[in-house]
């Protein structure tokens, strides 16, 4: 009676070892292994603002870039680069910053003279932002 007993018990073990782990994981194991693309910055989600659009000459301009991943999750630790055709981004064309744990990039436009400035960002040096902004300097 005893080895029926161990054999049943041993039936099922494996038994409920199966479906504990069919239900758990029903996902294909490869999933698991495969590098998600959460971390991935999107081009189409991620923002960039700009306040004021219109400015004086010599004013200060806040432009915000806001880095998300295509599901809309903010990613920190990106690097942001914004460029500029038209007056400067703390002193040059361009500027680097690292996005905060919001996704956050705060940079700073300024100009000298009258025009209108386009300004782009690019996430981790390849992912240009779908969307610009124009900021004019009167």
Same mark, same amino acid.
């Given at each position: 009676?005893?080895?029926?007993?161990?054999?049943?018990?041993?039936?099922?073990?494996?038994?409920? !070892?199966?479906?504990?782990?069919?239900?758990?994981?029903?996902?294909?194991?490869? !999933?698991?292994?495969?590098?998600? !693309?959460?971390?991935?910055?999107?081009?189409?989600?991620?923002?960039? @603002?700009?306040?004021?659009?219109?400015?004086?000459?010599?004013?200060?301009?806040? +432009?915000?870039?806001?880095?998300?991943?295509?599901?809309?999750?903010?990613?920190?630790?990106?690097?942001?680069?914004?460029?500029?055709?038209?007056?400067?981004?703390? !002193?040059?064309?361009?500027?680097?910053?690292?996005?905060?744990?919001?996704?956050?990039?705060? @940079? +700073?436009?300024?100009?000298?003279?009258?025009?209108?400035?386009?300004?782009?960002?690019?996430?981790?040096?390849?992912?240009?932002?779908?969307?610009?902004?124009? +900021?004019?300097?009167?």
């Amino acid at each position: 009676m005893d080895k029926k007993f161990i054999a049943l018990m041993v039936l099922f073990v494996v038994v409920f !070892g199966v479906f504990v782990t069919t239900t758990l994981f029903s996902k294909n194991f490869s !999933g698991f292994a495969r590098a998600s !693309g959460a971390a991935d910055p999107s081009a189409q989600t991620s923002l960039i @603002f700009a306040w004021p659009l219109t400015a004086k000459v010599g004013d200060k301009v806040e +432009v915000n870039v806001f880095v998300r991943s295509a599901s809309n999750a903010p990613l920190d630790k990106k690097q942001v680069k914004l460029t500029t055709n038209f007056g400067s981004i703390s !002193g040059s064309p361009e500027s680097i910053a690292e996005s905060d744990k919001t996704g956050k990039v705060s @940079f +700073v436009l300024t100009s000298d003279a009258a025009g209108m400035a386009e300004l782009s960002a690019f996430v981790s040096s390849n992912v240009q932002l779908a969307q610009k902004v124009t +900021v004019k300097f009167e």
